[in-house]
């Protein structure tokens, strides 16, 4: 298992950029493939981001795809989210998740139901 903390939320302007990043403790990270989700007041919490373990396979929501990119650094047990051109609409509750994933799938899980850790979640705020 992984204890998961995420950081680098805040309050920022529509236009700007911001990096959040997931820092990972405990066993084996390099057998997970992790994923970004996030969460809006009244809303259900969805995908933003995923890659798989060894970080050769990536895939985004159509909503960021060309603004957010995922990335991960196995030797800082680390994974960072770096967001571009945000907007109001990208506020929300970032989440960093981690899936077990000890058969190197191809495939990005985009349902939150398949991961089973989660950090607490960071807090980003866009205004106009």
């Known amino acids: 298992q992984v204890h998961l903390v995420e950081s680098g939320g805040g309050l920022v302007q529509a236009g700007d950029s911001r990096r959040l990043s997931c820092a990972a403790s405990?066993?084996?990270?390099?057998?997970?493939?992790m994923g970004w989700f996030r969460q809006a007041p009244g809303k259900e919490r969805e995908f933003v981001a995923g890659?798989?373990?060894?970080?050769?396979?990536?895939n985004y929501a159509g909503s960021v795809k060309g603004r957010f990119t995922i990335s991960r650094d196995s030797a800082k047990n680390t994974v960072f989210l770096q967001m571009n051109s945000l907007t109001p609409e990208d506020t929300a509750v970032y989440y960093c998740?981690?899936?077990?994933?000890?058969?190197?799938?191809?495939?990005?899980?985009?349902?939150?139901?398949?991961?089973?850790?989660w950090g607490q979640g960071t807090q980003v705020t866009v205004s106009s």
């Open positions: 998740a981690a899936r077990s994933d000890r058969f190197f799938s191809t495939v990005i899980v985009t349902s939150p139901d398949e991961y089973e850790y």
């Open positions: 405990g066993r084996a990270f390099s057998t997970y493939a």
């Open positions: 890659i798989v373990r060894s970080g050769g396979i990536t």
